[in-house]
């Protein structure tokens, strides 16, 4: 399974981004995103299941960020709205053959390279 993410870039406070992952090989059955800003340990973001149905956040994030998957399941999506200098940092994709949402990144397998979001004040 590889993970290729993208989507990140310099935005001002405020704006939206959205970023993508798409997974080739098999489908991982749960994927999220996890971030890491300068100095800082790797987070849990947002998370969600094969079926799209349930999903979980970072407290921060909830009611900024929609986490989704495609049609094909193979593509999560996280739509950022209501950036804010404090979401800065590099974006990961990640997933897990197993069922269930992890906010461990240790209970994640594959991991696609990161992508940097930056917001501006």
């Known amino acids: 399974v590889q993970l290729q993410a993208s989507g990140g870039g310099l935005v001002k406070a405020g704006d939206s981004l959205r970023l993508s992952c798409a997974a080739s090989?098999?489908?991982?059955?749960?994927m999220a995103w996890f971030r890491q800003a300068p100095g800082k340990e790797r987070e849990f973001v947002a998370g969600?299941?094969?079926?799209?149905?349930?999903?979980d956040y970072l407290d921060s994030v909830k009611g900024r960020f929609i986490i989704s998957r495609g049609n094909s399941q193979n593509t999560v999506y996280l739509q950022m709205n209501e950036l804010s200098p404090e979401d800065t940092a590099v974006y990961y994709c990640?997933?897990?053959?197993?069922?269930?949402?992890?906010?461990?990144?240790?209970?994640?397998?594959?991991w696609g390279q990161g992508t940097q979001v930056t917001v501006s004040s």
């Open positions: 090989g098999r489908t991982p059955s749960t």
């Open positions: 969600i299941n094969f079926s799209g149905v349930r999903k």
């Open positions: 990640a997933g897990k053959p197993q069922a269930g949402i992890s906010v461990s990144a240790t209970n994640y397998y594959y």
